[in-house]
């Protein structure tokens, strides 16, 4: 294992909460509006268990987002999703927030960002990830880039990763089963 990969496993395995931006992260960041102006977003199922699983194991999960849409609280209710933070232009404040209500320090969190609105953010976390299509400038500053674009299991692949360097994968998802 290479020191990139040791530090982020070890990240990985102080991480209490994993925070992801929606729009580009957990979508593929295209908006959807119909003619009487209804927005539309596409979610990736295995995004959804992933999170699912994270919560499971006794990890917390929030969203921070830019933009506000009913699809996405929808979406967050659907999974259990306490933490849902929509508007948010300056997430900085808001994350530190919440770190505080948590009682999380900020090296035991992993944010999950893709635009310039996210960089603030993923330098006070612990492990700052980018997805694969992210912009060139959060790609840069990422600890870990996954393989897969935003909204195409991006968000599952962290959450894998957090689950296995903390051993809390189901058995049968272990390499072993």
């Not at 994350?95 to 209500?101: A, D, P, R, V």
Request: aromatic share 4%; hydrophobic share 50%; charged share 25%.
């Amino acid at each position: 294992m290479n020191a990139l990969a040791s530090i982020v496993k070890e990240r990985a395995q102080a991480a209490r909460l994993v925070v992801f931006d929606v729009d580009g992260v957990l979508t593929d960041g295209r908006i959807y509006l119909n003619p009487e102006g209804v927005e539309m977003k596409v979610f990736h199922a295995r995004d959804g268990l992933g999170i699912r699983l994270l919560r499971d194991a006794g990890i917390e999960v929030a969203v921070i987002s830019g933009r506000k849409s009913p699809v996405v609280a929808q979406r967050m209710s659907a999974l259990g999703v306490a933490h849902v933070f929509q508007g948010q232009d300056d997430k900085l404040p808001l994350f530190e927030k919440l770190l505080h209500t948590l009682g999380v320090a900020a090296h035991d969190t992993v944010y999950v960002g893709d635009d310039v609105i996210d960089l603030p953010v993923m330098a006070a976390a612990g492990l700052a990830v980018a997805v694969a299509d992210a912009h060139p400038a959060v790609r840069r500053a990422a600890d870990l880039l996954t393989t897969a674009p935003g909204g195409h299991g991006a968000a599952r692949e962290v959450c894998d990763l957090v689950l296995a360097a903390q051993d809390k994968l189901p058995a049968h998802m272990r390499p072993e089963a």
